[in-house]
């Protein structure tokens, strides 16, 4: 059956902000039928003959991007998001600049994907969420780890109850302090620390699988940004496991970055380790051998750009993730950091 015109017509993106995750993002709706970048933005990085340097950061490599001809660049974000070419905007800037932007984007009539966190606080999240509400177009926060391939097997499998009932899951994520962008990352007022900007994957990913969490105790400390550098938090959760995330910026010298989950079920336990590569899936059943899953898909960023650009083509909203999960995930980590600060369980 032949695609509608609706479905199958081209969506044009601006990117605002060249920076790591900039690049990411630009490198992957290259990889989407159907997306097409027209226009990019930064305040202070400009491509040099259509190349963007690479930048360096956690999971992907950091080749320079090179740019179509015909892409427009644009030093004011206001510019590209008042163009009429750009039809979703994609803001990967420092987080202080997401309200702005966002309601900025809404207002023009744009589609918006937003880089996590959603907002440094809750209170300025609901700012978000009450235009998005409003707006006639489209509104995602970038919660990568949904799409993860690997992740997106123990969500179904959780979901499915393969293997019976979760007992316990544990998810690490650490890397040593970001070497991009340290201006903004060492603010922790600005950027809420490695709680915010790193361990949030964790925490919205345990939301994701459990429901929002009925209290949290976490314990953690600051070393670079003066928020939370280095948390552990037990989340109490409906149904009863026992279901914890370490998040850290505090690995030394040449420490790769590491993202790993351990889920013991009722009758397997699943193990996830992402310096294995295409083995990083592992599965140990009662009574059978070791196997790898074989994971599918390309990594999280094409799986959740392409999950927005094919909601805008079909004209329904973005489901996997929606602007309420970016709230909640905000509203969780601000929990975890109120326990590190006192010592306590807070209850949500």
């Not at 998810?171 to 603010?187: D, L």
């Not at 079920?265 to 059943?285: K, P, Q, S």
């Not at 999280?300 to 650009?309: D, K, P, Q």
């Amino acid at each position: 059956m032949a695609k509608s015109k609706s479905s199958a017509r081209t969506v044009n993106v601006g990117v605002v902000g060249l920076g790591f995750m900039g690049n990411v993002h630009i490198k992957a709706y290259g990889k989407i039928p159907g997306a097409k970048v027209v226009a990019v933005s930064d305040a202070f990085k400009q491509p040099v003959n259509g190349v963007i340097p690479g930048v360096s950061g956690n999971v992907t490599d950091s080749d320079a991007v090179r740019l179509s001809r015909d892409v427009k660049f644009f030093r004011d974000a206001h510019a590209l998001i008042t163009n009429p070419s750009v039809q979703l905007v994609d803001l990967c800037v420092p987080t202080p600049q997401h309200v702005e932007l966002s309601l900025a984007a809404l207002k023009a009539g744009k589609h918006v994907v937003c880089e996590k966190p959603l907002a440094r606080t809750s209170a300025l999240c609901r700012q978000i969420l009450k235009a998005a509400a409003a707006a006639k177009t489209y509104f995602m926060p970038a919660m990568c780890m949904r799409f993860w391939p690997g992740w997106d097997w123990l969500k179904q499998t959780i979901d499915r109850k393969t293997y019976g009932k979760v007992l316990a899951a544990r998810f690490r994520r650490v890397s040593g302090p970001p070497g991009w962008s340290r201006a903004s990352y060492f603010r922790g007022n600005d950027s809420g620390g490695a709680l915010l900007d790193l361990h949030i994957h964790d925490t919205d990913f345990v939301q994701f699988c459990f429901g929002k969490p009925r209290a949290v105790f976490a314990r953690g400390l600051s070393r670079f940004s003066g928020a939370v550098d280095h948390v552990v938090t037990q989340y109490i959760i409906a149904g009863g496991a026992t279901v914890s995330a370490e998040g850290s910026w505090l690995m030394n010298g040449t420490h790769p970055f590491s993202m790993t989950y351990t889920v013991n079920f009722e009758t397997a336990t699943a193990e996830f380790d992402i310096a294995r590569g295409a083995e990083a899936l592992r599965l140990f059943e009662d009574g059978k051998p070791m196997q790898v899953v074989k994971l599918t898909g390309v990594d999280g960023y094409v799986g959740e750009l392409a999950h927005m650009i094919e909601s805008i083509r079909r004209k329904r909203p973005p489901t996997v993730v929606t602007a309420k999960d970016g709230l909640t995930a905000v509203e969780i980590s601000e929990a975890e950091e109120k326990s590190v600060l006192t010592g306590k369980l807070v209850r949500l």
